[in-house]
């Protein structure tokens, strides 16, 4: 099959995938489409929002749609790495026997991964950039595709262990959930206060995601349109030559180039889903809120003078 056959079918799985998480999932357009990205470009994606915005929900329609093993992590501050990952025990031949944790899945919901120590964040990072872990010195290679969907809660902080930003770059997109709207609210009600309830249709396998992930990999990209989303992240970099006065005043640091392969691997998927054979700048504009905001740090003044991360980006853009 042609490349350019496999792009307008994609345009319209997607667009029937888009329909079938709709049954379910009311209003958050943007959440979901950002998600469902990241899944095309095989990255990680950390969902922030207050309690009760369908975050969970929403990852669990995702995994059912696209027709993935799906298993849910609690994280609580007891939580151990082995819970993750897996452990050896004795069986009754006296031989160690490794039974896998449940990080041997397709989607991974790592619930309120904040929650958690350090040690067992870090129990994920092998997982996510190299899809494999290792446990006592054996390496366990994980099903493909494999993505990790965490969710955070930007309000509780106590008893919360913030990210480590070597945590937090591993994640391709932050995706803020924003209320819904009156009218998407009243709908929400009408539809979980009854006995009607929806049921969704997987669309894809985890070969075709694959496949779609190599497609979405093969397209190609112009100079310029590289350059400048090279060019968007090293403004972030207050040290930097091209570094506005805002960037300057107002953030301690900048992207890394992780970003600017994030955005430039997005940017595709955003064109293909779009229709597009290749991407522009304005689909690297698309995506380049939840793909830098959780990757620069903001110093106390824009605390204090209540500037947003989004603010600076959008100044740069």
């Not at 069986?91 to 026997?97: A, Q, T, V, W, Y």
């Not at 008893?159 to 009243?186: H, K, W």
């Amino acid at each position: 099959m042609s490349d350019v056959k496999a792009i307008k079918d994609l345009v319209l799985k997607y667009k029937a995938l888009k329909k079938e998480i709709g049954k379910v999932i009311i209003g958050q357009h943007q959440a979901v489409d950002f998600t469902l990205l990241s899944i095309l470009c095989g990255g990680h994606s950390l969902l922030i929002g207050v309690p009760g915005l369908a975050k969970t929900l929403l990852v669990n329609s995702v995994s059912e749609a696209l027709g993935l093993k799906f298993n849910r992590i609690q994280f609580t501050p007891d939580l151990m790495p082995s819970d993750i990952l897996g452990s050896e025990i004795l069986d009754e031949n006296r031989h160690f026997k490794f039974i896998k944790g449940p990080i041997f899945s397709n989607i991974i919901l790592a619930d309120e991964i904040n929650r958690t120590p350090p040690k067992t964040q870090a129990a994920l990072l092998e997982a996510m950039q190299e899809r494999s872990v290792t446990v006592s010195g054996n390496h366990y290679k994980l099903d493909l595709p494999f993505f990790v969907l965490a969710t955070q809660n930007p309000i509780e902080q106590e008893g919360t262990y913030p990210l480590p930003e070597a945590q937090l770059d591993r994640f391709m997109f932050s995706i803020y959930l924003e209320y819904p709207t009156f009218n998407e609210e009243v709908a929400v009600v009408k539809n979980t206060t009854s006995n009607k309830s929806e049921t969704i249709q997987p669309l894809f396998t985890s070969d075709e995601i694959v496949e779609a992930q190599k497609l979405i990999r093969k397209i190609p990209v112009a100079d310029n349109v590289i350059e400048y989303a090279v060019g968007l992240v090293g403004k972030t970099r207050p040290k930097s030559n091209e570094a506005t006065d805002l960037v300057k005043s107002y953030l301690d640091w900048g992207a890394g180039p992780r970003a600017s392969q994030n955005l430039i691997l997005a940017a595709k998927a955003h064109a293909a889903v779009n229709g597009k054979f290749s991407p522009d700048i304005e689909d690297v504009k698309a995506v380049a809120i939840p793909i830098l905001s959780h990757r620069i740090v903001k110093n106390y003044k824009a605390e204090a003078e209540g500037i947003t991360i989004a603010d600076i980006i959008e100044s740069l853009l």
